[in-house]
């Protein structure tokens, strides 16, 4: 029987000229969730993007049943039943979710949105697929507006389904739900192409796995028979080991002391309900909780982007609660942000990214100094392994992974006093997340004091030297590095007392 | 830079190839029709320059609150300002005239951004009132206050005029001033920064109402720039305001197709221009009607800023964007 999907030797140069693949093969069956795993700027993205229809390759050739196919557009794609849920969301945001399906579906054949409902409904019932049609997609939580992409997909009658790193914006327990839904839907014969560079993934939810190196397919696996290790050499040709933690060799003065903090999100929501606790130099403590537990907020009324309602933020001793962002970056706060279009001005170039937020320290007089500018950026990208075209291209060209490293890079290689780190190693592959994972650590041993933020509870757990479970705004926990395990902290997590 | 001239080479032999079916079907001769309007339109650089320089500047006070992310429509009105004040203040004061103009105008832009920074105005709405208020409002003082003793129908002369080379020359260093200020000052990445992303600005530290702000008078300054330059070689404004009108929409074309850039504004002006002083000739010599040459132009500006703008709206409006 010939494979549901074939794709012979496709090779992409973009316009810009990086060669995204050369020469890449996959092969996805009938009925199989098939992992395509790869470190960031791999080619992942652009190899499905190109059977979903949104890229055309430079050459090479695509199958699908047996058919040489070449799609010119998504909706030609999606009439033989092929769809992709992006990385970041295609939905729009001000548009409710059945409004958004009758969007999706009304380009591709005739359907009133009636008809779109009640399938929608019944689908939803049927598989599990809980989505509040009615709800503006801006109001759901990541999870929930995955889902709704999903369904969006099954309307369409996809019988391959592409998802792009999944489980990047998801908390445990929709990443959880997600594998599940996942199982239910092979079992209804669509077949998945899973995107991801976590190794921990492939083994729960895949068949079968090709890995993804510098454009190239390097190998094909049993999911069931290979091991992470053995995948994690595939993927980036060398053996790779995780950090060990170490204790802080001595905690200093309390840099950062938060006292009874509370805020509300865009929504008016209340998030955070009376928060305290204190970071001292030398020591990083983490913030453990589910996605939506006060997070955000927490770190934006820190880094002086959000006021909160009640409560104070002293940084080395200077009361800066509703004071501008300035006011922080002055007493020394570096702020990596969950957001990379919030860290980076995406349209801008790696050069102007590279003095975002220290664009007075590159100055000389009124001008900018893009001497230094570009020094700093070149001492950026080379230590973070950055990879890109030019220095002046726009870091919207710049892959996840890459644009996540130039954004961390710069606030880790800056001086300050106190590191808030939210998601740090969000979209990075295993190599680059444990490098910034040692560059935090080393920058703690050097005496700052950091608050780390992370829905990676290993992460957390593997380098905090206190860790504080929030759970609906509030400090339900706080626990000595050795003495948080996974058990004790999921708990907290969960709200149990 | 390769990619972009070409792709403005190609908007252009589209923009010709319409024309040319548009003259053929009113039943004008194409070929010699434009051939006129380029040979003769370029043929005589100083009316060339002395018709450029104010689209220069009108260009230029779109294209800075441009990339502040705004949308400074109210550059005709910054004109009409520019040179009424103008011509009011060259009578005594000669050449600091030029200064009078292009405060009034800076002052007027300022006063926008303020409004929209401050009290969330939206910019477009309030410069489209404040255009047509000074429309009329020129229109009364050059018939009530400024008339021309003998001639009715028009203002007094202006008490100044550079000359059309030295208008170029001011409107090129305006364009040098304004490339310098965006891309090498401390300010002008920080209005880059509040254009290209508002989180990342709030996030950087950036004061988005100062940007806001200061780019519009800056903007201002150049639209009231523009008018003065245009009255400046007029020698005065009249009562049908016809030598004025456009000149700050016409900045909007201008500086798109110059791909918003300082220096790209220079080249399209003198191109629009071109076509414009052509567009002239050829109602002479073949009779066209003026609106031909309307149409013609404004073709050409829509063809050849549509790739251009059209990147900008997909990027900024598109899916997902907020
Ligand atoms: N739109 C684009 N323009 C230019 N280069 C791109 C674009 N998208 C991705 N790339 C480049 O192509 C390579 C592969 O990227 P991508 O397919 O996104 O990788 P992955 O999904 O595996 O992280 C990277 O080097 C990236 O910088
Ligand atoms: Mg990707």
Redesign the interface.
């Known amino acids: 029987m010939a494979p549901l999907v074939f794709m012979k030797e496709i090779r992409k140069v973009y316009p810009e000229g990086t060669v995204a693949l050369r020469g890449a093969s996959f092969e996805l069956l009938e009925g199989e969730v098939h992992a395509l795993l790869g470190e960031n700027g791999a080619g992942k993205t652009t190899l499905m993007k190109i059977l979903y229809g949104e890229l055309r390759p430079t050459s090479g050739e695509i199958y699908f049943r047996g058919e040489r196919v070449s799609f010119r557009s998504p909706q030609e794609a999606m009439r033989r039943g092929i769809a992709m849920v992006h990385q970041s969301f295609a939905l729009v945001p001000t548009f409710t979710v059945l409004e958004n399906l009758y969007l999706a579906i009304s380009s591709v054949r005739k359907v009133s949105q009636g008809e779109v409902r009640s399938r929608a409904a019944e689908l939803g019932k049927e598989l599990g697929i809980e989505v509040p049609l009615n709800a503006r997609v801006e109001q759901l939580p990541a999870g929930m507006r995955q889902r709704a992409e999903i369904l969006k997909a099954l309307l369409l009658e996809a019988k391959v389904i592409i998802l792009d790193e999944p489980t990047s914006l998801l908390t445990p327990f929709e990443a959880e739900a997600l594998i599940a839904l996942i199982r239910r839907l092979r079992a209804k014969g669509v077949s998945f192409v899973y995107v991801t560079h976590k190794l921990r993934e492939v083994k729960e939810v895949a068949d079968r796995v090709t890995v993804l190196r510098k454009g190239l397919n390097v190998g094909t696996l049993q999911a069931r028979e290979t091991s992470e290790a053995e995948m994690a050499k595939l993927m980036v040709g060398a053996a790779v080991e995780r950090a060990k933690r170490r204790p802080p060799r001595e905690v200093g003065e309390v840099v950062l002391e938060v006292e009874g903090l509370v805020a509300r999100d865009e929504m008016g929501v209340e998030r955070l309900r009376g928060v305290s606790f204190s970071v001292r130099a030398g020591e990083i403590v983490g913030i453990a909780g589910v996605q939506g537990s006060g997070q955000r907020e927490l770190a934006e009324a820190i880094a002086g982007l959000r006021r909160p309602e009640r409560g104070s933020i002293r940084v080395r001793g200077v009361e800066i609660a509703g004071k501008p962002p300035r006011e922080a970056r002055r007493l020394g706060v570096l702020y990596v942000p969950e957001l990379r279009e919030e860290g980076l001005a995406l349209e801008m170039n790696i050069v102007e990214n590279s003095i975002l937020a220290r664009q007075r320290g590159h100055a000389r007089g009124p001008l900018v100094d893009w001497g230094s500018a570009e020094e700093r950026a070149r001492g950026l990208v080379e230590r973070f392994k950055v990879v890109f075209g030019s220095l002046w291209d726009r870091a919207a060209a710049l892959s996840g992974g890459n644009q996540q490293r130039l954004m961390v890079g710069r606030e880790l290689s800056s001086r300050g006093a106190l590191l808030i780190a939210h998601e740090p190693t969000q979209g990075l592959d295993v190599t680059s997340a444990e490098m910034v994972r040692e560059e935090i650590l080393r920058l703690r041993d050097e005496g700052m004091a950091v608050l780390l933020i992370s829905s990676d509870l290993d992460e957390v757990l593997e380098l905090s030297d206190r860790v504080i479970v929030l759970f609906e705004g509030r400090s339900v926990g706080e626990l000595r590095g050795e003495e948080a395990s996974i058990e004790k902290v999921g708990r907290l997590m969960g709200g149990a007392a | 830079m390769i990619a972009a001239l070409s792709e403005v080479a190609l908007a252009l032999a589209a923009a010709l190839a319409f024309s040319s079916l548009l003259l053929l079907a009113l039943g004008y001769d194409a070929a010699s029709s434009l051939l006129t309007m380029f040979s003769y339109g370029f043929g005589n650089p100083e009316y060339l320059a002395a018709v450029a320089a104010p689209l220069v500047l009108s260009a230029l006070a779109f294209l800075i609150p441009f990339k502040a992310g705004m949308f400074n429509i109210g550059g005709e009105g910054q004109a009409y300002l520019g040179a009424l004040l103008f011509l009011y203040a060259s009578q005594g004061l000669g050449a600091l005239g030029i200064a009078a103009g292009a405060l009034a105008g800076a002052l007027l832009g300022g006063l926008v951004g303020a409004l929209r920074a401050f009290l969330g105005v939206n910019e477009v709405i309030a410069s489209i009132m404040i255009n047509w208020t000074l429309f009329y409002v020129t229109l009364f003082s050059v018939s009530k206050y400024l008339t021309h003793p003998e001639y009715p129908h028009r203002s007094i002369d202006v008490g100044f005029s550079l000359g059309a080379p030295y208008s170029l020359l001011l409107a090129a260093l305006a364009a040098l001033a304004a490339y310098a200020l965006l891309y090498?000052?401390?300010?002008?990445?920080?209005i880059?920064?509040v254009g290209?992303?508002p989180?990342?600005?709030?996030?950087?530290?950036?004061?988005a109402r100062r940007a806001a702000v200061i780019s519009m008078a800056i903007g201002g300054l150049f639209g009231g720039l523009a008018g003065t330059l245009k009255v400046m070689y007029v020698g005065h404004i009249d009562a049908t305001m016809s030598a004025l009108f456009g000149v700050g929409f016409l900045g909007i074309g201008v500086a798109l197709i110059g791909r918003a850039n300082p220096l790209g504004s220079v080249a399209s002006a003198l191109l629009l221009a071109g076509m414009i002083i052509g567009g002239h000739w050829m109602e002479l010599r073949l009779g066209t009607p003026p609106e031909l040459t309307d149409v013609i132009v404004g073709t050409t500006v829509l063809v050849l800023s549509a790739p251009y703008a059209l990147k900008l709206l997909l990027?900024g409006g598109g899916?997902?964007g907020?």
Do not use: M, N, P
């Open positions: 090498r000052t401390l300010l002008g990445y920080e880059r920064v290209s992303s989180r990342a600005a709030a996030y950087a530290g950036i004061d990027k899916l997902g907020g």
